[in-house]
T-cell receptor, first 114, second 118 residues
Framework: AQSVTQLDSQVPVFEEAPVELRCNYS??????LFWYVQYPNQGLQLLLK??????LVKGINGFEAEFNKSQTSFHLRKPSVHISDTAEYFC????????????FGQGTRLTINP | GAVVSQHPSRVICKSGTSVKIECRSL??????MFWYRQFPKQSLMLMAT?????????EQGVEKDKFLINHASLTLSTLTVTSAHPEDSSFYIC??????????????FGEGSRLTVL
């Protein structure tokens, strides 16, 4: 089984400042890792995913994440945030084999202040 | 990217009635669909996994008779909340997986359906 921990429930940041949203996971098998964004009353939009290969993954809207196997982390970063980045962000993990269910973290609410 | 559509996006019903939510994969065949429930300001909790043509597999603690899931075709899955009560009010999100789109394990999410039971 897999589990995901997002260490911060809320992250307030000023506009144009850098941001890092932290995510740690636990799994007994190899995994795929994802970051999703959710705007109010909407479904989930995929920001980026790590399947294999380069540990630095670039996604949409200027976000990137780095897979660190030794630390079992997959932190999300953006060098300069915009007001429109205000949303809920979910880290998720999926076992490569088996049921392949997607397990979500608790979510981090990113609030961008002008 | 692949499109998954949910309908209705919002529904309000009286306590005791049943509500059906549809989840459609518009441009690919979804071999597996998942239904999630999300309470306000919380994460998504997997309710059940459905494979086309077979019975859904429910997660522990989810009532099968309460939340009926049907995956009758490769493009449609439905979630029926039977005899709804106010505590069933929530945001329900479906996701779909199809081997033809993206990598074999990738999920595509619907827009969600907000159910309010009065």
């Amino acid at each position: 089984a897999q589990s995901v921990t997002q260490l911060d429930s809320q992250v307030p940041v000023f506009e144009e400042a850098p941001v890092e949203l932290r995510c740690n996971y636990s799994s007994s098998v190899s995994v795929y890792l994802f970051w999703y964004v959710q705007y109010p009353n909407q479904g989930l939009q995929l920001l980026l995913k790590y399947l294999s290969g380069s540990t630095l993954v670039k996604g949409i809207n200027g976000f990137e994440a780095e897979f660190n196997k030794s630390q079992t982390s997959f932190h999300l970063r953006k060098p300069s945030v915009h007001i429109s980045d205000t949303a809920e962000y979910f880290c998720a993990v999926q076992g490569i084999q088996g049921a392949q269910k997607l397990v979500f973290g608790q979510g981090t609410r990113l609030t961008i202040n002008p | 990217g692949a499109v998954v559509s949910q309908h209705p996006s919002r529904v309000i019903c009286k306590s005791g009635t049943s509500v059906k939510i549809e989840c459609r994969s518009l441009d690919f065949q979804a071999t597996t669909m998942f239904w999630y429930r999300q309470f306000p300001k919380q994460s998504l909790m997997l309710m059940a996994t459905s494979n086309e043509g077979s019975k859904a597999t429910y997660e522990q603690g989810v009532e099968k008779d309460k939340f009926l899931i049907n995956h009758a075709s490769l493009t449609l899955s439905t979630l029926t909340v039977t005899s709804a009560h106010p505590e069933d009010s929530s945001f329900y999100i479906c996701s779909a997986r199809g081997a033809q789109r993206g990598f074999a394990g990738e999920l595509f999410f619907g827009e969600g359906s907000r159910l309010t039971v009065l």
